[in-house]
C-alpha cells in the first residue's frame, strides 16, 4: 500500500459526483453480504476489519480503458487521534465488470478510525466520483 496526501488536489478538482451502488463484504468463507449506504454514500458508518476484501460498485467502472482509482479519507471524528495524513490511495485493485474490488489496508494507523471511500473513474468522457459511503476500521 502507498500513502498519499490529497488535501487540496482532491478537494480542488470538481468531479461529476456519482453515487456508488454497493458494498461487497468478503469473508473468509467465501459468502458476501451486500451493503448500500444510506442515500447512496450516506451517513451510515459500516465497520469493516483491516485486510477485509470489498467490492464497490459504480456506473463508470465498465467503461473500456477506463482508470480507476479508490481512496479513503479520513473524516475529522472527534477523539480519533491524528495520523499524519488525510487519505490512503488503495492500490491493491482489481476490476470486475462495474465494480472494483479491494482490500481495506491493514495499517495499524487505521484502526479505530474512521473514513470516506470513494472511487475516482477517469475516461474519455472525463473524471466521474463515486461515494461509496463511509467504514469504521476495526
Excluded: W
Excluded at 491493491?92 to 474490488?101: E, M, Y
Amino acid at each position: 500500500m502507498r500513502l498519499v496526501s490529497f488535501g487540496c488536489a482532491v478537494a480542488a478538482c470538481t468531479l461529476l459526483s456519482v453515487p456508488a451502488v454497493a458494498f461487497d463484504h468478503q469473508t473468509p468463507s467465501g459468502h458476501g453480504s451486500a451493503y448500500a449506504p444510506n442515500d447512496r454514500g450516506g451517513s451510515n458508518v459500516t465497520r469493516v476489519d483491516r485486510g477485509e476484501e470489498l467490492a464497490i460498485e459504480c456506473e463508470s467502472i465498465g467503461t473500456p480503458g477506463a482508470d480507476v482509482r479508490v481512496v479513503m479519507a479520513l473524516d475529522p471524528v472527534q477523539g480519533e487521534a491524528p495520523t499524519g495524513y488525510e487519505a490512503v490511495l488503495l492500490t491493491d485493485q482489481s476490476i470486475g465488470g462495474k465494480a472494483v474490488h479491494v482490500r481495506v489496508p491493514d495499517m495499524p494507523d487505521l484502526v479505530h478510525h474512521t473514513v470516506t471511500v470513494r472511487v475516482y473513474v477517469t475516461n474519455a468522457q472525463g473524471t466521474t466520483a463515486c461515494n461509496a459511503g463511509h467504514l469504521r476500521i476495526g
